[in-house]
């Protein structure tokens, strides 16, 4: 069925939507899931209108791009042609994720001799400084200037026909925003910072950075810590664009202080929620899931620590590693005072905290390794022996006169029951399960704080930590499970970040019935803060750190997670139900009309 352009009609000019990011077609970090989770929101209303343009990768493009190899007489196939017949390598085809939208990939390589008079120009137009940067500037500036190409040639082709909204995503693909403006190009702009270069490095080497906001000299902080030519483009975009916007009042702050320039409007990013039928069935994929999750505790922990797997709870934290922004001190330090109010209380409940990020390793640890196919093997073992134990019961019962259940111990034969105690027996023994899961190539925060805290997984602690320094995917050989999976069978997620400028961890635990814990200086839970009031109830807790400091919010933290661990069963299934229920809120259906508002204005700006 062909979707109808709702904005269009017999009087109204037509309008087409591009959206334009480093991380279209190209996973990298966050700003890729934004862009590939709203993609069929975006299809949904503007249709064949709407198209991507990013950079090509040739080993991201040969998993996620479909190339159209006869280019058609379309507004995106003229133009296409039109840059090729100029000497530019472009690729134009399907982008192979839900609503399959069009797509132009820019292959930068194919003009990168040229990269030194393209800083030069920028230099003398617009006063970039691109003097010893990064590699990754050059690459920036060269695909700047083929989406610089691209938008003039298509509305000059199309000029009086058709109004063009260009939304750039991150200072990575706006490189072109102050020579269209300057060069009065015929497009309405606009500029979404996700989260601003110099609010990233000072949050995480100045403290109470949000405190100090108002004083930093911008220029002379981006030189300092060699990153400005990046916030120089950051800037001109932000100034220069019609609709300058940001994904969250926290950010907001930066934009005033540090780019110069007060957004326009807030764009809170969602995700596509996959709702249930019926509530038992996301119930049902955490029992499925969390076993699956207990496969991989048994096996770490049961070789010197088993514990009643009934009365334990799965918390988890992820993300990149950065250990003061993303709040890994001070979850670590929560934790720490939750393992000594739980002994105290005498609390028969067991916690495992999961911490999944990215540092280097040399490989997963043998020896966790080895534990979990030893375990393996004792599973294989009882299975036989089930099947053994289940074919001689049944014969004995159908032949039997006697009532009474049959001594199982008489079925099990010799070779089987040897094995299984050998087996076990070179499983067992005294030593601390690991905290840390691979061979790290150098110590850092979390190890090192484990270490000075001894909360090292000794028999006594209430609190067991899982420090997985790798990203978890379905062919991870310790859990089997994808990230979303495994996020599904854990019983809370743990974000209270400093610096957070959106923050989809928590997010992605709402849209899985997972109850979370975020901060207020993130901008996911500072949303949550203005759109509901009661959000606790809702399985959302918001760790106070923008009038504490960190011991304070500390033990804010551990009182929540004390609460969460003293909730019976039935108010965690409750719990569980309510965190479901809400998850609607952030599907980009409903989200979406605050980008609809900004390209509104972009055009209204324009013209």
Request: net charge neutral; glycine share 4%.
């Amino acid at each position: 069925m062909e979707i109808q352009n709702p904005l269009q009609s017999a009087t109204q000019k037509q309008k087409i939507l591009i959206e334009i990011a480093w991380e279209t077609c190209n996973q990298v970090g966050g700003i890729y899931t934004v862009i590939r989770t709203k993609v069929p929101s975006m299809v949904e209303k503007w249709g064949d209108d709407y198209f991507l343009l990013g950079p090509y990768f040739p080993q991201t493009a040969s998993a996620e791009f479909e190339p159209i190899h006869d280019l058609d007489d379309s507004v995106l196939g003229k133009t296409v042609q039109k840059m090729r017949s100029m000497g530019y390598a472009v690729h134009y085809g399907y982008w192979l994720v839900t609503g399959k939208p069009r797509i132009v990939l820019f292959d930068f390589w194919s003009i990168y001799n040229n990269i030194n008079a393209l800083k030069a120009g920028l230099w003398e137009r617009h006063q970039v400084s691109t003097l010893n940067t990064e590699e990754l500037v050059s690459h920036v500036i060269a695909f700047g200037e083929m989406v610089r190409v691209f938008l003039t040639e298509l509305a000059k082709e199309q000029q009086n026909k058709i109004d063009i909204v260009a939304h750039f995503h991150e200072w990575m693909a706006a490189s072109a925003i102050p020579d269209l403006r300057k060069d009065q190009i015929k497009v309405a702009t606009v500029f979404t910072t996700h989260a601003t270069m110099l609010g990233r490095y000072l949050a995480g080497n100045v403290p109470n950075f949000y405190d100090k906001i108002d004083t930093f000299d911008w220029l002379k902080e981006a030189r300092h810590y060699g990153i400005e030519a990046q916030a120089t483009l950051e800037r001109l975009a932000a100034l220069q664009a019609h609709v300058t916007t940001t994904v969250s009042d926290v950010t907001a702050k930066e934009c005033e202080f540090l780019l110069g320039k007060v957004p326009d409007l807030i764009l809170p990013n969602g995700l596509n929620i996959t709702r249930f039928s019926a509530m038992h069935e996301h119930q049902n994929l955490h029992t499925k899931y969390k076993d699956r999750i207990n496969e991989f505790v048994m096996g770490h922990f049961f070789q010197s620590q088993p514990f009643n797997l009934e009365k334990t709870l799965y918390f988890f934290t992820s993300g990149r590693y950065e250990y003061s922004n993303k709040g890994y001190d001070l979850t670590l330090e929560a934790l720490a005072r939750l393992n000594w109010k739980m002994k105290q209380a005498k609390i028969d409940k067991t916690v495992v905290m999961f911490f999944i990020t990215k540092q280097p390793y040399h490989s997963i640890d043998p020896e966790v390794l080895h534990s979990r196919a030893v375990m393996d093997e004792i599973r294989e073992t009882c299975n036989s022996i089930e099947k053994q134990v289940g074919e001689q019961l049944f014969k004995a019962s159908a032949s039997s006169s006697d009532l009474q259940m049959p001594d199982l111990n008489n079925f099990v034969d010799e070779y089987w029951r040897l094995r299984l105690r050998r087996t076990i027996q070179t499983w067992k023994n005294n030593k601390r399960p690991k905290v840390v899961t691979h061979l790290l190539k150098q110590n850092d925060g979390i190890t090192d704080f484990v270490q000075k805290s001894n909360l090292m997984n000794n028999p006594e602690d209430k609190v067991k930590i899982v420090y997985h320094p790798d990203f978890i995917v379905s062919t991870n050989p310790l859990f089997g499970l994808d990230y979303g999976q495994f996020v599904r069978g854990c019983n809370l997620g743990v974000f209270p970040s400093y610096y957070e400028p959106w923050g989809y961890t928590p997010l992605e635990c709402i849209a899985r019935g997972v109850p979370t814990i975020t901060s207020d200086l993130s901008g996911f839970g500072d949303y949550m803060m203005q759109i509901m009031r009661d959000y606790e109830h809702w399985g959302v807790m918001v760790v106070n750190r923008k009038t504490q400091d960190f011991y304070k919010a500390a033990e804010q933290l551990s009182e929540m997670l004390l609460k969460f661990v003293k909730q019976s069963l039935r108010e965690r299934i409750t719990q569980r139900n309510r965190v479901e229920s809400i998850s609607d809120t952030f599907d980009w259906s409903n989200l979406r009309t605050y980008y609809d508002t900004s390209h509104d204005l972009a055009l209204k700006r324009r013209k």
